[in-house]
């Protein structure tokens, strides 16, 4: 194979007790020792996963799981029609009945390749045409919103295969704006990203970082501590709780942090961490999650929590395995696991609790924000009851016009039709809203 599919061992199941710490979930995967993978967290109640085969046999697991009551019960569904030699790369939802996958080749190349919707909950899929072809290797779907996503694959003819969409998935269009790789030898991964509000990152198996703030309609390009995020002899997690802030951890035990996208790292002296997945927590204050999976590592297996950023790391638990994570917020957090048998038993835990984690949602709650677009003369007012940091402009297709550090933008060179202002507040949260010139 010209690429390394997944970065996950063949470790045997084993038989391990689970404290008050994580609830576990049942996955509903009809396979022993499979898990969830990747994760598309819609709400609280709401998220979809992938699986990963950790039996041994390097299958490729065709299945999506999907909740709608917070992991309480998941339902996994057999995409069917997929070809044999395709492996579901990465999953990204609108909601709890609408989501779109990615596939790859597995071994080969032509049909495999292809970007899937669903509308019924993941019963029943459908290929969307015009996306992806015969020498395609699809990595990565990502909405940033219910109309506004891009679908990414390995570079093709001097760039990376990027598609977007402004209307929910219904068209998409080539990005004209997709980054060209540092040579031919580079590809992305399956499902090698990280991502928050706007911001998107990629990574590469040279080590390189590819970052967007503005849904991909521009590109940066940092070198990271790695020289390659998942390779046989250099691999790495990353995650960001800002636009600027980000963890690294890489295969060697070495944490690593940025405080400018990405763009420089500095090792950061700390301990008790893993090395296997790291995210942050959603809404927090600088709360992070590491788990372990590799019973080699010079870290070993468990999990642990940082409340500074990464300073000092608490353990959850150690010397149990604990695999890739997604969350949502301080009470939506899930970690893989193995199912136990053919039932689709386990295969997910929900961790339980942090603690001094609360929900970043609960003051947000109490006051409804208020968001709307008035123009005048040439002149649009964003006007809102939350402080305003930035307002972008941009047209349907996802184009930026223009972006400003204030709430007012002026629209004068603007043509009749319709636009939308993307909202960056001060707290690092975002609000879209339409307006018209006449």
Known sequence: MRKKLLSLLSIAAVAV??????TTQNSGIPSQSFGAREYSIVDPNTAWITYFDGSGGQTYPKYIGVTTNGGTSWKANLVSNLPSNALISDVGAINGTTAFIVTAPAAGSAAANGLWKTTN???????????????????????????NGLVIGDPINGKYEMYKTADGGNTWTTLATAPSPLSSEEYGYVAGKVSLGEDLWLTSNTGRILHTNDR?????????????????????????????????IDNTAVLWVTKDSGANWEPLESSNYFD????????????????????????????????????????IDDGQQRFFIGAHDCKSVWVGH???????????????????????????TTTKVELKAVVNAGTLNVVSNKEIKSVLVGDLTGRKLSEVKSKDVNISALKAGV????????????????????
């Open 419 to 438: 636009y939308f202002a993307r909202v960056a507040y001060a707290d690092g949260s975002y609000g879209t809203v339409k307006f018209i010139v006449k």
């Open 121 to 147: 909950s993941g019963t029943s899929w459908s290929k969307v045409s015009g996306v992806f072809g015969n020498s395609s290797f699809g990595n990565i779907v990502r909405f940033f919103d219910a109309n």
């Open 276 to 315: 296997g997945d790291i995210s942050y927590i959603p809404g927090s204050e600088g709360i992070f999650l590491s788990t372990g999976f590799n019973q080699d590592s010079e870290l070993g297996v468990g999990s642990a929590y940082t409340k500074d950023n990464g300073d000092t790391w608490t353990k």
């Open 216 to 248: 991909g309609a521009t590109w940066n390009s940092y070198f990271s501590p790695v020289d390659d995020f998942s390779g046989e002899t250099s691999s790495a997690s990353m995650s960001f709780s800002s636009s600027k802030y980000g963890l690294l």
């Open 338 to 364: 193995y199912t136990t048998d053919t039932k689709g038993t386990g295969g997910v835990l929900k961790l339980n609790d942090i603690p001094g984690c609360t929900l970043a949602t609960n003051e947000q």
């Open 17 to 22: 007790s689970f404290g008050q710490t994580y």
